[in-house]
């Protein structure tokens, strides 16, 4: 099943807080551009498509949860972008298909797409049915290839095009979550598959790949992930979690004219967790200061009163 909806424009009712997304990008940059969020009704898909509109882009997100879209695309109005979207399920082909050409045939071309939509929940191997792990694959993997694909075959194949996809911080294996871990480390390496075979069309192929990030995502989380989440902050150089403004900026700038020599990439955005070991333990500090330009960010309930999002005291953020 899924639902659409017209381009929600502006609408004044809504003004934003704080006087709207701080990107460090020029305006207009996006301009004429028309950009795919998948995922966008939370967490960093709902920055991205933030700051994506901020910027000047006709933004398009998707999702399972109406409720969820309806309200990004309501915020994107009431901040003075233009923003529509889709409820379906990328797992299901046919729907992938249909919506994609619904979308162009409604709205028009499409320009660059950001392969966000995901998730996973902790397991150790062993304990990890058949369903389970297919189930993480295909929202994870299987779900942005067919985006990638219809897309590409629909539109990019003809008018180019930037694509950048969502992995994770999989670089020394994802232990206790091995189903996203394969998944991810697949989306990366069909990344670089895609960068060779789509350059000759004009379509750039790249992705990013988040270490903790103080995001929505975090309060899905529950029994001992909710005492092990306030101190994973401990575990990174920079000793501090990421902002959902900080992976949505590299994601733009893959997207944007400056990455044009770009592709086949998978951007570490992690602080330094995932470099290093044990026997050269990193150091307590203050010294590294969180760009927070995303004005309608939430800290995550479980980060609350646990010394802030990006590990200093709460404040600036709702």
């Not at 995922?39 to 910027?55: D, K, M, N, Q, Y």
């Not at 003809?158 to 996203?180: K, L």
Request: contains cysteine; charged residues 15%; proline residues 5%.
């Amino acid at each position: 099943m899924s639902m659409n909806s017209e381009v929600q424009e502006s609408d004044p009712s809504g003004a934003a807080p704080g006087g709207g997304y701080r990107s460090v990008f020029a305006p207009g940059l996006f301009a004429g551009r028309r950009v795919w969020v998948t995922g966008g009704g939370s967490g960093i898909g709902r920055c991205v498509a933030h700051e994506l509109a901020a910027l000047g882009a006709e933004v398009v997100i998707s999702g399972r949860s109406t409720e969820k879209l309806e309200r990004v695309a309501a915020e994107i109005a009431g901040d003075g972008g233009r923003c529509a979207w889709r409820a379906f399920d990328i797992r299901d082909e046919e729907a992938v298909k249909a919506q994609v050409a619904d979308v162009l045939g409604r709205e028009g071309p499409v320009h660059g797409l950001v392969n966000n939509a995901g998730g996973q929940f902790p397991a150790p191997l062993q304990f990890i049915s058949k369903r389970g792990f297919e189930a993480v694959l295909a929202s994870n993997l299987t779900g942005g290839f067919l985006m990638m694909r219809e897309l590409f075959l629909q539109c990019m194949q003809q008018g180019g095009g930037a694509i950048v996809n969502m992995t994770a911080d999989f670089r020394n294996g994802m232990p206790g979550m091995a189903h996203s871990g394969a998944a991810r480390a697949g989306m990366s390496n069909l990344t670089m598959t895609a960068a060779v075979e789509w350059a000759s069309s004009g379509v750039r192929v790249n992705a990013v790949a988040p270490g903790w990030i103080a995001s929505s995502g975090m309060d899905t989380y529950e029994g001992p992930m909710t005492k092990i989440i306030p101190r994973l902050k401990q575990h990174v150089p920079m000793r501090r979690l990421g902002l959902e403004a900080e992976v949505s900026g590299a994601i733009v700038f893959l997207l944007s004219p400056a990455a044009a020599f770009v592709t086949g990439v998978t951007l570490q955005i992690d602080g330094g967790a995932s470099l290093g070991s044990g026997i050269f333990p990193t150091q307590d500090h203050e010294r590294s200061v969180p760009f927070d330009g995303f004005h309608r960010a939430v800290t995550p309930r479980v980060l609350q009163g646990a010394g802030g999002a990006a590990g200093s005291e709460p404040g600036g953020r709702a």
